[in-house]
């Protein structure tokens, strides 16, 4: 099983962008998709984002729906490339984004913990060792050995970050997920995120949930319309966005 080293991250992204094309049905049209679907229009989910998270940083993302934090998210956990523009990662990512990622419905939970634990690098011996400590974490009692379509979506976001802390990443993404967590397993990730920005790790938040946010964040992006429209401490860059809606 893997042990709390004390991780060190970096993210540097210069001119960062990224497209999605539409067909004539306003469906996404994927790069294989591109040559049996004539593209009819386009947006751009990002554009021009220049950011550098260095260790230790916590940062988040707010603004309306629709303004990129989600596809900035998955541009970081490596789920979508840029389509301009690049992004150097270092360190190992997880994420608590969509809870659905990575899970077999007719699987359990111990089950699927397995595959999300190999899936993001750990050897089978190591995720093995390591499910008994993610079962406790989770908080799942007999349902850890239940299939995960009997669960609700907070006992999901509880398994994934169970799972989270048994490979201990250098980065830890968090999406709206976050929010359907109960105030006390809430807390638990907000002091995660605490002690690896401490060990030089980066932590990375999306939502809505200012207060939540500020939390386990001492910066913040505001994202408008795929741009980076201000950054800065958390409480400056919060406080200008609320003037806007």
Excluded at 27 to 35: G, I, K, M, N, Q
Excluded at 127 to 156: C, K
Excluded at 234 to 241: F, G, M, P, Q, R
């Amino acid at each position: 099983m893997t042990t709390e080293a004390a991780p060190t991250g970096e993210v540097v992204a210069e001119n960062l962008g990224v497209r999605f094309d539409f067909d004539r049905r306003s469906r996404v049209v994927t790069p294989a998709l591109s040559r049996i679907r004539r593209i009819r229009a386009s947006a751009w989910g990002l554009r021009g984002i220049d950011l550098h998270l260095e260790p230790g940083d916590g940062v988040a993302l707010v603004g309306p729906t629709g303004s990129g934090k989600t596809t900035m998210l998955r541009v970081l956990a490596g789920v979508i490339p840029p389509d301009e523009g690049t992004v150097r990662i270092r360190g190992r990512v997880s994420s608590l984004l969509a809870t659905e990622a990575g899970v077999g419905l007719q699987l359990t939970g111990r089950e699927n913990a397995m595959l999300l634990a190999v899936l993001a690098g750990l050897s089978h011996a190591e995720a093995s060792a390591s499910m008994d400590l993610v079962g406790e974490r989770a908080r799942l009692e007999v349902a850890f050995d239940r299939p995960i379509h009997t669960y609700s979506e907070g006992m999901r976001a509880r398994l994934h970050f169970a799972v989270i802390q048994a490979i201990t990443p250098q980065m830890l993404l968090l999406d709206e997920v976050f929010e359907a967590l109960d105030h006390e397993f809430r807390g638990l990730v907000a002091e995660y995120a605490a002690r690896l920005r401490e060990r030089g790790g980066i932590v990375v938040a999306a939502g809505h949930d200012h207060p939540a946010l500020d939390q386990i964040c001492q910066r913040a992006v505001w994202l408008d319309r795929g741009h980076l429209r201000r950054e800065g401490p958390i409480d400056e860059v919060i406080s200008a966005y609320r003037e806007t809606t």
